[in-house]
C-alpha cells in the first residue's frame, strides 16, 4: 500500500501561516502528492496536487523538493473554518485502490 | 451540476437486517470506490470498481457486498454478516489515466447506525 507519514495533530492561531510536513520515503517515479481537507460528517474534498517543486492555487501551496521524499502544504492566513483534517496521498493514474488514507493531520485554529 | 449522490444520509438498522447505500455519480467518471469512517480514524477502502459489471474487494469487503450495473451508480449493501456496521460511509469516484493522480470526488456520505 502506498502510505505517508504526517503529524497527527497541529494547533495554529488565526491569521498564521500553517505548514504541514508529509514524509513519504519510498514514493514511486509515477506517483503524484494530493492532499485533501475534510471537516466532520463531510467527505473530503481535493485542496491541491503536485509532482515536484512548487505548486500554488488559490487556497495552498504544495512543496516538494527534488528527491520527492517530502512534501509541505503552507495554507495561508489560517482562519477557524480552516479547522479540519488534512490527509497527504501518494498515487499515480492507477486508480486509488492501493492509497492508504491514514488519519490524517487534525489543524485546530485558534481565534 | 456534476457530482457524486449518496442516499441516505442517515440510517437506522435493526441487528439482523441487511441494508443498501445508493451512490450515483454524474461524472462519467471510471472508477468508483466504497470507504468506511470510524470516529478519529482515516477512510478504510471497503470495494472498488473501475469498469461495469467488474469490481474488487478493498481491505475490509467481509460483510458487505456491491454491484456495479450501470457506470453512473455503485450500491454498497450493509449484511448481517458485518460485524460492527456502525458507522459513517463515503463513496467516491475518480477519472482513470491521463497521467496523474485523478481528484477523487466523494458524496457526502451516510451514517449507519444498528440499533
Known amino acids: 500500500l502506498a502510505k505517508t507519514t504526517q503529524p497527527i495533530s497541529m494547533d495554529s492561531y488565526e491569521g498564521q501561516e500553517v505548514n504541514i510536513t508529509c514524509s513519504h520515503n519510498n514514493i514511486a517515479t509515477n506517483d503524484y502528492i494530493t492532499w485533501y481537507q475534510q471537516f466532520p460528517s463531510q467527505g473530503p474534498r481535493f485542496i491541491i496536487q503536485g509532482y515536484k517543486t512548487k505548486v500554488t492555487n488559490e487556497v495552498a501551496s504544495l512543496f516538494i523538493p527534488a528527491d520527492r521524499k517530502s512534501s509541505t502544504l503552507s495554507l495561508p492566513r489560517v482562519s477557524l473554518s480552516d479547522t479540519a483534517v488534512y490527509y497527504c496521498?501518494?498515487?499515480?493514474?492507477?486508480?486509488?485502490?492501493?492509497?492508504?488514507f491514514g488519519i490524517g493531520t487534525k489543524l485546530q485554529v485558534i481565534p | 451540476d456534476g457530482g457524486i449522490t449518496q442516499s441516505p444520509k442517515y440510517l437506522f438498522r435493526k441487528e439482523g437486517q441487511n441494508v443498501t447505500l445508493s451512490c450515483e455519480q454524474n461524472?462519467?467518471?471510471?472508477?468508483m470506490y466504497w470507504y468506511r469512517q470510524d470516529p478519529g480514524q482515516g477512510l478504510r477502502l471497503i470495494y472498488y470498481?473501475?469498469?461495469?459489471?467488474?469490481?474488487q474487494k478493498g481491505d475490509i469487503a467481509e460483510g458487505y457486498s456491491v454491484s456495479r450495473e450501470k457506470k453512473e451508480s455503485f450500491p454498497l449493501t450493509v449484511t448481517s454478516a458485518q460485524k460492527n456496521p456502525t458507522a459513517f460511509y463515503l463513496c467516491a469516484s475518480t477519472v482513470l489515466g491521463g497521467g496523474n493522480t485523478g481528484e477523487l470526488f466523494f458524496g457526502e456520505g451516510s451514517r449507519l447506525t444498528v440499533l
Open positions: 496521498l501518494r498515487g499515480n493514474s492507477g486508480g486509488y485502490q492501493k492509497v492508504t
Open positions: 461524472l462519467n467518471h471510471d472508477a
Open positions: 470498481s473501475q469498469i461495469v459489471n467488474d469490481f
